[in-house]
């Protein structure tokens, strides 16, 4: 029987990917009409933040990020679920040592769990490959398409981190009970 997983996207989720660029551009993250966050930055800002050196390597923690992964570590340890991080390169291949930052930044945060590769945003649907299994993100879209393909999403938003926390609780206690 193949087991469930657990997948949690890095940037967004467990590293604060927009705190981040907002420092470097000295700028905050643009909102739309609603207040609600854009799904991209701009591309004259993107062009800039492309060209940070490691960029990817030295994002700061979410500040609830260990929270939401000791959840997540309680599905592999007492559910049995494999767990792993699913991140994304940018839709354009433009950062070239993406890979290797994101990879030392999770080294660095949580080195007990492997790093998965969309490799890019829409392609991380593939890896829903049971149904049920679990996809903790910041977009709307990959969640949407993970739900598509018979998989649970948990969306996560910058203004009620909480909420996806609670969410993922209770997707843990009833699988808990079964």
């Known amino acids: 029987m193949t087991k469930h997983t657990i997948h949690l996207d890095m940037d967004g989720v467990v590293a604060d990917w927009d705190q981040a660029a907002s420092n470097y551009l000295h700028t905050n993250f643009p909102l739309d009409a609603a207040g609600q966050k854009e799904d991209r930055w701009p591309p004259h800002l993107w062009e800039q933040l492309r060209e940070a050196p490691h960029f990817y390597r030295y994002l700061p923690k979410m ?4 929270d939401l992964v000791n959840l997540a570590r309680r599905f592999r340890d ?5 767990l792993v991080m699913l991140t994304a390169i940018p839709r ?11 990879f030392r930044w999770m080294l ?6 492997p790093v998965h590769f969309g490799p890019y945003s829409h392609d991380k649907q593939d890896h829903c490959k049971v149904k049920g299994d679990i996809l903790v993100d910041d977009r709307l879209d990959n969640c949407e ?15 009620d ?8 609780q209770e997707i843990f206690e009833a699988f808990k009970l079964v």
């Open 63 to 66: 500040k609830r990020a260990d």
């Open 78 to 82: 007492e559910l049995h679920w494999n």
């Open 92 to 102: 354009h291949n433009d950062v070239f040592e993406v890979f290797d930052d994101k």
């Open 108 to 113: 660095d945060h949580y080195p007990d769990i």
């Open 145 to 159: 398409q993970w739900e598509y393909k018979g998989g649970t999403a948990v969306r996560v938003l910058r203004k």
């Open 161 to 168: 981190y909480d909420k996806c926390i609670e969410d993922l």
